[in-house]
């Protein structure tokens, strides 16, 4: 398991989340795995406690499942988890573009377009666990210059599922379009094109549904 710094004020349980979640959607924690509470903890410094707590909030959305006495597992990749989060950050990001397109005022994408530089270098070097992570932020940066960051927090609970999946992606399938769609989808929102925009995001979120068919049959052990 990979670890990562505490931030200043985190809070425990707050901590482990994050950390396990990162791990899960790197698959460092693999689907079908087991967890320990005492190996967990001793691995992030923490007492049991706020381990088991963000356990049973990782329960709740089925990423990870409690087995009485025995500890816990780590979910497989079940596709009706991974079509449901991907539905909901496809309506929400078409909302979300929309709003970028329509701003009454001039938005900085400035941010976008670094982090847009980072990712064409970061793909250059085949380093497909920091792309994905551009990844996030890009999108991420989106909601936050429409001023919706609240809407994400809320849809960032659900995309484990489909985050995995993008994930054993750009570990497996090479020819990855990630950044030549983020560059079309900056552009379409400099032209305020809502249209193209709103279609580029579509295809850019869909791509998965293709990948996954790919990705079961090289993985099929990570796979419900």
């Given at each position: ?147 919706m960051m609240q809407t994400y927090q809320l849809m960032d609970s659900m995309m484990v599922h489909f985050n995995r ?60």
């Amino acid at each position: 398991m990979q670890l990562m710094e505490r931030y200043s004020k985190e809070y425990a349980r707050d901590y482990a989340l994050r950390v396990l979640k990162a791990n899960i959607i790197s698959l460092d924690l693999a689907p079908g795995s087991m967890l320990s509470e005492g190996d967990l903890a001793a691995q992030l410094g923490l007492s049991r406690t706020p381990v088991r707590e963000a356990l049973i909030e990782l329960a709740k959305t089925n990423i990870v499942e409690v087995l009485p006495q025995c500890g816990c597992r780590i979910c497989l990749i079940d596709h009706n988890m991974v079509t449901q989060s991907r539905f909901l950050r496809l309506v929400l990001e078409k909302a979300v573009v929309q709003l970028a397109c329509e701003s009454p005022v001039e938005l900085d994408l400035s941010e976008m377009e670094e982090n847009l530089k980072l990712q064409q270098f970061y793909l250059d070097n085949h380093a497909s666990g920091k792309l994905l992570e551009l990844d996030d932020k890009f999108h991420r940066e989106l909601f936050r210059v429409t001023n919706m960051m609240q809407t994400y927090q809320l849809m960032d609970s659900m995309m484990v599922h489909f985050n995995r999946v993008r994930s054993l992606t750009l570990w497996t399938i090479k020819d990855t379009k990630i950044v030549e769609d983020h560059k079309q989808l900056l552009q379409a929102i400099r032209e305020r094109d809502t249209v193209k925009a709103q279609a580029l995001i579509t295809k850019h979120l869909d791509r998965s549904k293709v990948d996954e068919d790919a990705l079961q049959k090289k993985h099929p052990q990570y796979f419900k």
